[in-house]
């Protein structure tokens, strides 16, 4: 099973938001490169970045801050935020982004993301299911949107989606722990992998991730635990593996 820290940029900083709140901002580094080697130093394998400003907006926004962390960092990244047409998944691609995730277009534009699968191969698109209460939350979690996440989960299958990310709103950055059967749930029903994200805080809670890694839990995104120094990222990636 794969860690993925998380950086997460909002004016080219590197900041956490709290269930996505964009006025409970803590900025951790303006140099959200130096935020990802020091990741990639730890052990780290891969990073998720989310355009936090691209997400509010609707298009792309910090592309000068992830062509910096490219430059900056050896590992493979995957990238969301605001990628809401066919040209911004081939500029993330070809600046050697490794997956570009699409959110909201998944819900507003689902024909958009089998073009993509078609295009650029299912393992190069994960799509981000961010839920609230069971329904889809768009537009950088501002609004919800009228559909319920299991039904998602289950439509991007069809399209040749291998992975999805599946973030609990009510659980992100509160440190809370997650569920982790209603994840293995959505992984066996829909047949796509998912990636955990939104609470996770503990070894714990990584272990218990782990005893679902057979259900179709491939992955865990960890932000606010290990910028506060709550969980050790070392020690969750041996535990991990």
């Known amino acids: 099973m794969l860690i993925l820290p998380a950086i997460d940029i909002r004016g080219g900083k590197c900041v956490r938001l709290t269930q996505g709140d964009f006025g409970k901002e803590k900025i ?3 140099f959200p490169e130096e935020q990802a080697a020091k990741w990639q130093s730890e052990g780290a394998q891969f990073l998720h970045v989310v355009d936090l400003d691209g997400a509010r907006e609707g298009a792309p926004t910090n592309l000068f801050a992830v062509k910096k962390i490219l430059e900056t960092i050896q590992i493979p990244i995957e990238v969301g935020g605001g990628i809401r047409k066919m040209e911004d998944i081939e500029t993330y691609l070809e600046m050697g982004v490794r997956r570009v995730i699409l959110g909201s277009v998944a819900v507003e534009n689902p024909e958009l993301v089998r073009e993509a699968a078609e295009e650029f191969g299912g393992e190069n698109i994960v799509v981000g299911i ?8 768009v537009h950088g979690w501002n609004d919800l949107g009228l559909m319920q996440a299991e039904d998602l989960a289950m439509q991007i299958g069809d399209y040749g989606i291998s992975t999805m990310i599946y973030t609990d709103i009510s659980r992100d950055g509160m440190l809370g722990g997650i569920d982790t059967e209603h994840l293995a749930d959505v992984a066996q029903k ?5 990636i955990a994200s939104g609470g996770i805080t503990s070894v714990e809670d990584i272990k218990n991730l782990k005893s679902k890694e057979s259900a179709g839990i491939i992955g865990a995104i960890i932000g606010k635990a290990i910028y506060e120094g709550i969980l ?10």
């Open 28 to 30: 951790y580094s303006d």
């Open 130 to 137: 961010d839920a609230k209460n069971g329904i889809v939350a």
């Open 190 to 194: 829909s047949g796509v992998a998912v």
């Open 232 to 241: 050790n990222l070392a020690d969750a990636i041996k535990v991990a593996k």
